[in-house]
């Protein structure tokens, strides 16, 4: 069984994200940028399907500039077998993601595609399922346990209810949650190793996909900022000053 | 005139109240609104969402398949439909957002997820970065307008109306049979849903340990309040996923949120940013919740909650 999984190349999630005054975007020069993520526990999940005996091949595929590379050498360091960079330097909103993954699952045939579930940048939400969608496979998104069992699989979502299983037949697209699994840590001679991976780039424009209609972003802004309001000194202070409130 | 889809959220027979705050969202953005309710055939939960504010009428689809709403099975019925209505919105919960980019995907169009404000009908802010940013976008062509609604950000329309009429249809489509409901996994007690609650009381690292996690319970059931947990709670397995609040968990609003033993991660924090009032109970007067907190109480939550339960 051969794996797809999607790596976006993301600010690092540990930044402290600031609004551009000019109200452009968030500043992004100088800095650190990472792997998404959602997609990192999707390339665990995916290399331990492949160490169970359960998937042969992991493929991990990524979408952006050159610097892309960085973020497809870090899935090789962990462990997937070969890359794909479908190279742009064009901003890709998740529909156009989502014919582009299409585009590649027709070339590469998998059974499972494993994306995770948001971006941490976008937090669009919408790449997995739009996919699942256009190729007319099942979707299983916000999984935190994925079984499979030769031609299904058991997946168990997060769901606002609790946790959902479904039973969904293969191919299918499954998105990953935060609790599915912890990725592991890279080693050095695993990054040493993975710099003699394959890692293939392909433009965007020889894929010959149609632009899709998109969302224009106008401007961005900081969100108002909540202050801090007073401290009382005991449990009764509080109480007395939630009742003043009439909040109990 | 715009023509607007809202589509509805429910489970066993009941409206989920964020299928309400969509309609408010709905009526922002102005113009006729269409609540598409999926069932199996039982027309109770198309009859409260007949008796919304602002819903001049109901589309109810049966269909066999919609015993559980799976969205592989529900966006082929809603495409069937679309077509005629310039907006099609549904709550940003794990339904709307496993459901809407797979119908928005069948459409060829994109979407905007997380509405936290309609600028005008086609121009919404969304944040972005775990809410760090807010973004303005425009739908900038004259096709559908797809897109989910922040709950957090629009209090419910009211059950007040005469219920309208309701349109029932059988959905006759053949549906795909790869995608099957095995179990759901939940808890059913007798608190507030968490993300209707208009009091939630949240429990975090602070608590110490799992049994702890009854003083948070006393509180919540004197003040008849929901019950939420930090991402730490639920990462050391005190209580079920489904109680997080934050940003991967759940973001709410209610109007008194008070949060016991949590330090108030950025995630966390983006969680609970719309709610009324914050309160805050920490041993650590350098918590960063406190940086938010309307009323804070540096002290020891082991003594505040079982005080705050005798004198509530």
Known sequence: MKVLVG?????????????????????????????????????????RLKEAGLATEVIAVSIGGDKNQ?????????????????????????LMAAKILKNLVEQQQPKLVLLGKQAI??????????????????????ASKLEIDGDTAAVTREVD????????????????????????????????????KPLEVIDLADLNIAASASIATLKTSAPPQRQAGIKVESSEALVAELKARNLV | MNKILVIAEHANGVLNSSTARAVACAAAIGGEITVAVLTTGSCDVAAQAAGLEGVVSVAELTNPGNAQALAALQAPQLLEISAGYTHVL??????????????????DRPMVTDIMAVQDARTFDRPVYAGNAITTVQVDDDGLVLATVRGASWPPVVQTQAPVTVECQTSDIDLPAHTRFVALDGEQGDRP???????????????????????????????????????????????????????????????????????????????????????????????????????????????????LTEML
């Open chain 1, 7 to 47: 790596v976006k190349r993301v600010v690092d999630f540990n930044t402290r994200i600031q609004v551009k005054s000019d109200g452009s975007g968030v500043q992004t020069d100088g800095v650190k940028f990472s792997m998404n993520p959602f997609d990192e526990i999707a390339v665990e999940e995916a290399i």
């Open chain 1, 70 to 94: 960085d973020t497809l050498r870090s899935a090789l360091a962990m462990g997937a077998d070969s890359a794909l960079l479908v190279k742009t330097d064009d901003e890709i909103q998740p």
């Open chain 1, 121 to 142: 940048d976008d937090d669009a939400n919408q790449t997995p399922q739009m996919l699942a969608g256009l190729l007319g496979w099942p979707q299983a998104t916000f």
């Open chain 1, 161 to 196: 209810a609790g946790l959902e299983t479904l039973s969904v037949d293969l191919p299918a697209v499954v998105s990953s949650d935060l609790r599915l699994n912890e990725p592991r840590y890279i080693k050095l001679p695993d990054i040493m190793k993975a710099k003699r």
């Open chain 2, 90 to 107: 549904a709550p940003n919960s794990t339904f709307g957002k496993d459901l809407m980019p797979r119908l928005a995907a069948l459409l």
């Open chain 2, 193 to 307: 849903d968490l993300q209707a609650a208009e009091k939630v009381i949240s429990g975090g690292r602070g608590l110490g340990a799992a049994e702890h996690f009854a003083l948070v319970e006393a509180v919540a059931d004197k003040l008849g309040a929901a019950v939420g947990a930090s991402r730490a709670a639920v990462d050391s397995g005190w209580v079920p996923n489904d109680l997080q609040v934050g940003q991967t968990g759940k973001i709410i609003a209610p109007d008194l949120y008070i949060a016991a033993g949590i330090s108030g991660a950025i995630q966390h924090l983006a969680g609970i940013k719309d709610a009324g009032t914050i309160v805050a109970i920490n041993k650590d007067p350098d918590a960063p919740i406190f940086e938010v907190a309307d009323i804070g109480l540096v002290a020891d939550l082991h003594e505040v909650l079982p005080a």
